[in-house]
Every structure is written in C-alpha cells, then in structure tokens.
C-alpha cells in the first residue's frame, strides 16, 4: 500500500505565499516523477508543475516565476513554494507521484487526497 499526504493548504491574502508539502508513505521501492495539479470549481484539473527524479523541473505557464518545487527523495517528499498568490490560484491542490513497489515492477501514478488553497482578501 502506498499512500501521499498532502499539507500546507489554507487561506491566503493576494500577494502572500504558501508551502505545500506531499508525503509518500509505504511500499516504495523508488519514486520516478513527483508532481502538482490543480482543479478549481468548474474546471479540469490542470498540471502545476513536476520534478523528475533527477530534479529536472517544468512549469506551468501560468505560474512561472512565483512558484517552485522541490523534492527531498531521503524523506519521499515534495515541496511547492508559492509566492506573489493571485485569486486565480485558488483551487485544490493535488500531489502526483509515479512510484515503483519493487525492482521489477512498473512505475504507477499515485494521489494525494487534495488541499484547499484560497487567495482572498
């Protein structure tokens, strides 16, 4: 059984930031790609951004420049800083990760159960 927890949502004025923070937990053998989606109402649920294994990072357009991630693969986390928060950024926030069981087994997606992050003032 694998498991991602996600935390570091909450409310937030325009111009703050945040920290969200996704856990992977259990039978890993290792992680390939860890990424962040989104889905605010009424809308599909859209990329973020990801970071491979290696670090190799991408971007949405949309937030380039105000958002980062990062990934500590010692603790199986993965990190998204977001400054400079705008009300179009208010969505729930979803953890991915692509994750491997054992050495001889394919890499499956995996996701967190989503965090509520509104920009308000």
């Known amino acids: 059984q694998v498991q991602l927890a996600e935390s570091g949502g909450g409310l937030v004025q325009p111009g703050g930031s945040l920290r969200l923070s996704c856990a992977a937990s259990?039978?890993?053998?290792?992680?390939?790609?860890m990424g962040w989606y989104r889905q605010a109402p009424g809308k599909q649920r859209e990329l973020v951004a990801t970071?491979?294994?290696?670090?190799?990072?991408s971007y949405a357009d949309s937030v380039k420049g105000r958002f980062t991630i990062s990934r500590d693969n010692a603790k199986n986390t993965v990190y998204l800083q977001m400054n400079s928060l705008q009300p179009e950024d208010t969505a729930v926030y979803y953890c991915n990760a692509v994750i491997r069981r054992a050495a001889w087994s394919r890499g499956n997606d995996y996701w967190g159960q989503g965090t509520q992050v509104t920009v308000s003032s």
């Open positions: 970071i491979t294994s290696g670090a190799s990072t």
């Open positions: 259990g039978s890993i053998f290792s992680i390939n790609a």
